[in-house]
């Protein structure tokens, strides 16, 4: 690589971190913190683009940290997994949990073909209300050979409608006729991110909150099987096309790795301070963050307008019919 070329490069890379961090301070502002971050930073990233277009020159460093970048957070964010809680704790919880990522995926996919909606973006943003947002969308959109740009709309999506309903949860909380372990795995099942549940889940205290994010945990941990189900799924479709075959996605190997020193390494075998899982939990938020910039620099709001209101009406409503089953059978 030129001396230019590298330039160019690293100026890319350091670009994304700049509007993440432009995200990060956004997301001081009253009523942003309520969005986070991740939506803080998509929503420069996209508003960047329209009033200046693409970064051409920055193009190598901007798709690096889109695809690698994305890729190590995806990695790490494995630590977040504990998987003996999962497996020990919460045996009836994963099967509920299975039956949210059916329910959702299945739902929208037939809504999307009713209403004939764009199929790349609602198959993402089903994945992502079923299993764990922006994380679940970026760890199966290569598996789906889907397209950057449509991929930075389903995180759009996803955030904006699970920052409201985290919001709405936490209104309903005092009106609710349920315990705190029940308003726990309520929102653990139906909410979309880790930081909605958690947001979600606070008011209930403790227990409530160690509730939510067990229930939000087990959908975490399922999003393993089903992307080597929708690896299949495309490898059988690309044979019946002769298209290529979807490469492995080694990944998702790290991130299983990572789970499994984080449950049964990390602590019990090596001990960590809570201030380096803290760092490490910090910059993983950074990595991906800075990889949904990349993926905001590709956003249309013309594309939003034609291909993404209809998956955005769809999701809305498989949303909501989640959120009332979900709150009968906690």
């Given at each position: ?299 249309s709001l013309q594309d939003i307008r034609s291909r993404a209101m209809k998956p955005f009406l769809i999701i809305l409503t498989v949303s909501a019919v989640l959120s009332v089953w979900t709150f009968f059978i906690v």
């Open positions: 690589m030129r001396e230019s070329s590298k330039t160019a490069w690293l100026t890319g890379v350091l670009f994304t971190f700049l509007i993440a961090g432009l995200g990060y301070l956004l997301a001081m502002v009253p009523g942003f913190d309520r969005a986070g971050q991740l939506a803080a930073a998509i929503v420069i990233a996209v508003f960047y683009r329209q009033i200046f277009g693409y970064p051409d020159r920055l193009r190598k460093g901007i798709t690096f940290s889109t695809k690698r970048l994305l890729r190590a957070a995806i990695v790490l964010y494995g630590l977040k997994l504990n998987i003996e809680i999962v497996l020990q704790d919460g045996f009836g919880l994963l099967l509920r949990d299975a039956a949210v990522i059916v329910f959702a995926i299945a739902a929208t996919v037939w809504l999307a073909k009713v209403f004939k909606a764009d199929k790349a973006i609602s198959m993402l943003v089903a994945v992502g209300t079923g299993v764990c947002g922006a994380a679940a969308i970026a760890a199966v959109a290569p598996i789906l050979k889907v397209r950057e740009k449509d991929t930075a709309m389903s995180v759009g999506i996803i955030a904006l409608l699970g920052t409201i309903s985290a919001i709405i949860y936490t209104l309903l909380r005092p009106v609710l006729p349920l315990t705190d372990l029940e308003y726990g795995m309520w929102a653990g099942l139906s909410l979309h991110e880790v930081a909605h549940v958690a947001l979600a889940g606070e008011p209930a205290g403790e227990d409530g909150l160690a509730m939510a994010l067990l229930a939000k945990l087990g959908r975490v941990f399922l999003l393993i099987p089903l992307c080597f189900i929708l690896m299949y799924w495309m490898n059988r479709k690309s044979a019946e096309s002769a298209e290529a075959k979807v490469s492995f996605p080694w990944f998702l190997i790290g991130f299983l790795l990572m789970s499994i020193a984080g449950t049964y390494v990390i602590g019990p075998v090596i001990p960590v301070s809570a201030e380096v899982l803290e760092f490490v939990s910090g910059l993983t938020t950074w990595l991906l963050t800075a990889a949904m910039v990349g993926l905001g620099l590709n956003v």
